[in-house]
């Protein structure tokens, strides 16, 4: 069987390539070793109880509506329906007072102002600098291959928006974050964002992503029926433009002729062949030490797959409620609008746990808990049965409990309850509501999409230099592998993990440019837009 192109997993990065490639006239196959395609975009009905349903991976969509590919390949019209609750993020402080994210930014500042007149004003005066930064140069610089990192340094150099965003950058999110905020739950919610993006608080180079958070108008999305609807939207538009998905479906080895990725064969000893490229949507390890043959493999890439680096702070535990009734927060009794909160943060008080969190994680201990989550039936009632709910808390948690990942097996039910009295002190009456529940770990995570190795759900830290044009590694930052029509197309990939489908986005235009088919779509390169500045 002979394709245009294969490409190994069919995460989302990896459906955003393959709809690509249709759309200019390839044909494309796609090859899961799940039997559903979509890898973090994962909506499981409980087995035990028809209609509950759950979204086991990614839930909290960032901006998806504003994704260049959300709208090239129509997925509104294929059944991905986007919610974006007003009040977006509420940290419930054990007072009951909230400090409040909403997407009409004024309410956001008079939030802030309620804690402390002068962040407000920070707020708004990071907000008015970085806006500009965001729009013209770091949302541009996500959608396209990334540039060399000294070249990028000479164009930003030449404008006050670029200067800006290096002298940010040089601080860590923790130095940016004391230097400019004064109240410490205003600092602790700070730097709980920068913690969902697992960037680790005390890295230098990162300094700007508080920044960015501030001033991003993209907030936190839903997809309506599931994060599967989305799955199942690119895989219509993966049918749509004639390409082809096999599930159940294991690549065993990258086959290679003459120094030219040539096609896969399966672990059943099916050989696909491809006329120009392989894609892999795996993580470095799974793509050049398991997938090519040591002997086609120069030492140096081998050396840079091999230490390629996972987050440490990255994995979480997740606990999953079916309900009678949604939890009522008693911070609802102090502030009604509490009662329409879409994510909801529990356990952050003041930002020293931070330091306290990195630390059990070092060491494989349980840190003292802090979680969020989200009634998802609240906003979208198609989830549970009719007059019932669901609910989730995650918690990030270590992959090696005690030192050893086995260790989850035997402790995740007695973690699963002991997250579940915590949620309760703050919404009285859950308990009693909860019809029956279910939790994943860390290593579940790994055990079901193995790309998340060690439970690291962003495929790849950003630490050791694993960012832009040097993600995953030095030489291999543009999509590219070591051998002529080998590519990267996943989260391992810039601009990273979490569902941005930036990466298979980006891959696209390497793929197309380098085959010399033309794509109407792309943007223009980094280079031009940077140095418009
Ligand atoms: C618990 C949890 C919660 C999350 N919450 C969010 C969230 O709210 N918002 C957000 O944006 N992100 C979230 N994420 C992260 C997000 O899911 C990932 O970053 C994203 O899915 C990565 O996309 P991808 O396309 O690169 O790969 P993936 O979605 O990981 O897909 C990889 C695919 O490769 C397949 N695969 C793996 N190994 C092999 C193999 N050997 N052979 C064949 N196929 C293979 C897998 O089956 C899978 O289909 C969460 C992740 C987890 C685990």
Known sequence: MTYDGIILGAGHNSLVLQAYLGRAGLKVLCLDRRHVAGGGLATEEDPRHPGFLHNTHSFYHRALTHAPWYRDLKLEEKGAVYLEPDLNVALILRSGDTLEWWTDFEKTAASFGNFSVKDEAALRRWRNDFLPIVESILVPESRRPPLPPERRRQLLE??????????????????????????????????????????????????????????????????????????????????????????????????????????????????????????????????????????????????????FRYNLLAPLFALHLNLHERPRYSAALKN???????????????????????????EGKIPPTVMWGSCPTHFDSSQAPAGKHTAFMWEKLPYRLNGNPLQWDAYKQEHGRAMLERWSQYAPGLKDSVIDSFVRSPLDTERTLPNMQGGDLLVGAFTDGQVGYNRPFEGAGHYRGHLSGLYLCGASCHPGGNVTGLAGYNCAQVILNDLGVGAEWAPPAAEGVISQL
């Open 336 to 362: 009604a609008e509490i009662e329409n909160a879409f994510m909801v943060i529990l356990g952050l008080e003041h930002f020293e746990q931070f330091p306290e969190i990195v630390r059990c994680h070092q």
């Open 158 to 307: 030449k404008s006050a928006e670029g200067r800006l965003l290096l002298e940010v950058s040089a601080l860590s999110p923790l130095e940016f974050v004391l230097r400019e905020f004064e109240n410490p739950v205003i600092q602790a919610g700070l730097l709980f964002f920068n913690g969902l993006r697992e960037v680790d608080l005390r890295c230098r180079g990162f300094g700007h992503h508080i920044a960015a958070l501030l001033a991003s108008p993209g907030k936190a999305q839903m997809c309506i029926g599931g994060s599967a609807a989305l799955a199942r939207a690119l895989v219509s538009a993966v049918h749509e433009s004639g390409g082809e998905i096999r599930l159940q479906t294991t690549p065993h080895r990258i086959l290679v002729n003459a120094g030219k990725a040539t096609g896969v064969e399966t672990s059943d000893g099916t050989r696909y062949q491809a006329r120009h490229f392989v894609a892999s949507g795996l993580n470095p390890q799974q793509t050049f030490l398991e997938l090519i043959d040591a002997d086609l493999l120069p030492q140096q890439w081998r050396d840079k797959a091999r230490t």
